[in-house]
């Protein structure tokens, strides 16, 4: 098979990382983290955009993309300290979602078996269903929880007519049994979205909301503390989820369905390097970027370096820890990692 490459644009890899092809094993054989592409927005509700969104994160940065990135702060270079790859994008065609999903799911599963964390571009944030149920075909329906940074809760059940688009995907998860809703944790909601009616399933699963006003009158440090105790209780990974809505739209204006009075970048940045240093991170997904409502790229910048917290923290939960490895453990005979013939692909979302 000959890399697929992007589905927009050129084939760039995320600031120059080595590339690899999912079809050919020896290609990633080794790989501790596989950047993923999902350049898919046929599940948006409003502004559409974020198909260019990996394309977009991808090459957002004004230092030379030579796959090495330093951080000040940890004295780590997650580009370089761990082996990251990309794969360029998984073929998602905006007007098929019930095609593209279970393409993508595939994709991670093959990923996950394989030994690597997946780390996937969005894309709207539909993407989260395979790319959680991907992970969770591997490791076990209810052993991987879920971290969610969001405005939105994205648990709608019927939208637009449709089980699949980018308000529903946490409410697939648990009717999936890939996720359990005591495992469920989800931060920096606000606004005037979903209604009675869904909060009160979101609590009957047990899911537990961070509201931006809780965020706001407890602090970010104390309830980061509480889901991740949360997080690690009787799971044996965690599912990081951000959609970069999460953030007000003051710092990140380039998203479809943008609601004031969100976390501050800043704020952003440092919950990810924390969760991505503290806890067993087995896969993440960065979503809702959308070029076309940008400015000056301030949104992709952000994408770019939420991406790079997350490797610096795992780098040096590496670099500190003689357990840190997060997945190859937990395959126990389901995974291969040595290097055989990837999993076959998941069943279809
Ligand atoms: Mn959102």
Redesign the pocket.
């Known amino acids: 098979m000959v890399r697929y490459g992007a589905q927009y644009g050129p084939d760039v890899t995320f600031l120059g990382v080595d590339r690899c092809d999912l079809d050919d094993p020896a290609t990633w054989a080794g790989a501790d983290v596989v950047v993923l592409g999902a350049p898919f927005d046929g599940g948006t509700s409003h502004r559409p955009g974020t198909r260019f969104g990996p394309g977009a994160i991808r090459t957002a940065c004004y230092l030379p993309h030579d796959g090495s990135r330093p951080s000040l702060a940890l004295r780590v270079d997650g580009l370089r300290d761990l082996r990251v790859l990309d794969a360029g994008d998984v073929e998602m065609y905006s007007g098929d979602i019930e095609r593209a999903l279970p393409a993508l799911e595939a994709a991670v599963e093959k990923v996950v078996r394989g030994g690597a964390v997946p780390l996937v571009l969005g894309g709207d ?1 539909s993407i989260a269903y395979p790319d959680a149920k991907g992970v969770a075909n591997v490791l076990g329906a209810g052993r991987v929880s879920m971290l969610h940074f ?3 809760a ?1 648990t709608g059940d019927i939208e637009f007519g449709s089980l699949w688009g980018h308000g529903q995907p946490m409410r697939r998860l648990l009717e999936s049994g890939a996720v359990r809703g005591d495992r469920f944790l989800q931060i920096g909601l606000r606004g005037y979205w979903p209604g009675p009616e869904t909060l009160d399933w979101m609590a009957a699963q047990g899911m537990r909301a961070y509201e931006m006003s809780e965020v706001v009158a407890r602090g970010l440090d104390a309830c980061l503390a509480e889901a991740s105790a949360l997080a690690t209780d009787d799971c044996d990974g965690v599912f990081l989820s951000v ?1 970069i ?2 953030v007000d739209p003051g710092h990140a204006p380039g998203t479809g ?1 943008p ?1 004031p009075g969100g976390l501050s970048a800043r704020q952003l940045l440092d919950a990810v390097r924390r969760i991505c240093l503290e806890l067993p991170v087995v896969g993440i997904d960065v979503v ?1 970027v959308s070029p076309p409502y940008d400015s000056a790229d301030v949104t992709a910048l952000l994408a770019s370096r939420v991406v790079l917290e997350a490797l610096s923290g795992m780098a040096l939960r590496r670099a500190d820890g003689p357990a840190w490895d997060p997945l190859r453990p937990l395959l126990d005979g389901r995974g291969e990692v040595s290097g055989g013939t990837p999993g076959a692909p998941g069943a279809p979302a």
């Open positions: 944030h969001d405005a939105h994205d959609d809505d999460v369905t609601e809702e």
